[in-house]
């Protein structure tokens, strides 16, 4: 089972800020919180991952809250390129101990003109 | 840098055949994953290569299998294909070092449709 939870689908307006939210409150303390996002029968992009420090990068910004237990994946100025499924998940940063590759279903961004 | 490159593209098979998939990873990789993935279950974990060692296995029946080389480049084989494997394969690769975990670098995958 997936260790997150996303919105099915969101639509955002060219230009404006796309929030994509994503829950992971069972999250332990020493795993990471990756983005990708799939634009359609291409393979995943990495965007971003992050601890628990707020992370940005020139795609986007990752801000994680205080107690860990969810996270907001901000593209600052959407455009129609951006329309993609987002996958938030939530991986260890070591090898030690079982880990899993697990994405879930994702958001289905579409980004309207 | 290239990406991660994957051969064939797309791929026609039938029923009880076999199929090998091939993957090369960004250079300096030697983490390759492999993924399926279908409108019905999405995006689900197969295996992971490091260093020609399988080092995380998701639940695939043992039809599914793996390898990889020292050229870091790794193969999967599916046998006795049904009409359920056909999806698109993804393979991922990661600049890994042992016992590290880094972000995955994903090919465009293969597109494999058993009649």
């Known amino acids: 089972d997936a260790k997150t939870t996303q919105p099915t689908s969101m639509d955002c307006a060219e230009g404006r800020a796309a929030n994509l939210p994503c829950n992971h409150s069972?999250?332990?303390?020493?795993?990471?919180v990756y983005w990708y996002r799939q634009i359609h029968s291409q393979g995943p992009q990495y965007i971003i991952h992050?601890?628990?420090n707020n992370e940005t990068n020139e795609m986007a910004s990752l801000i994680i809250t205080e107690d860990r237990k969810s996270s907001t994946l901000i593209l600052p100025h959407a455009t129609l390129r951006d329309t993609a499924v987002y996958y938030c998940?939530?991986?260890?940063?070591?090898?030690?101990?079982?880990?899993?590759?697990?994405f879930g279903t994702g958001t289905r961004l579409k980004v309207l003109a | 840098k290239a990406g991660v490159t994957q051969t064939p593209r797309y791929l026609i098979k039938t029923r009880g055949q076999q199929v090998t998939l091939s993957c090369s990873p960004i250079s300096g990789h030697r983490s390759v994953s492999w993924y399926q993935q279908t409108p019905g279950q999405g995006l689900q974990f197969l295996f992971e290569?490091?260093?020609?060692?399988?080092?995380n296995k998701g639940n695939f029946p043992g039809r599914f299998s793996g390898r990889q080389f020292s050229n870091s480049r790794s193969e999967m084989n599916v046998s006795t294909l049904e009409l359920g494997d056909s999806a698109l394969y993804l393979c991922?690769?990661?600049?890994?070092?042992?016992?590290?975990?880094?972000?995955?670098?994903f090919g465009p995958g293969t597109r494999l449709t058993v009649t």
């Open positions: 290569y490091f260093s020609e060692t399988q080092r």
């Open positions: 998940i939530v991986r260890p940063g070591t090898t030690s101990g079982t880990y899993k590759y697990i």
């Open positions: 992050g601890l628990k």
């Open positions: 991922a690769s990661s600049p890994n070092r042992a016992g590290v975990l880094y972000e995955q670098y």
């Open positions: 069972t999250i332990s303390g020493n795993e990471y």
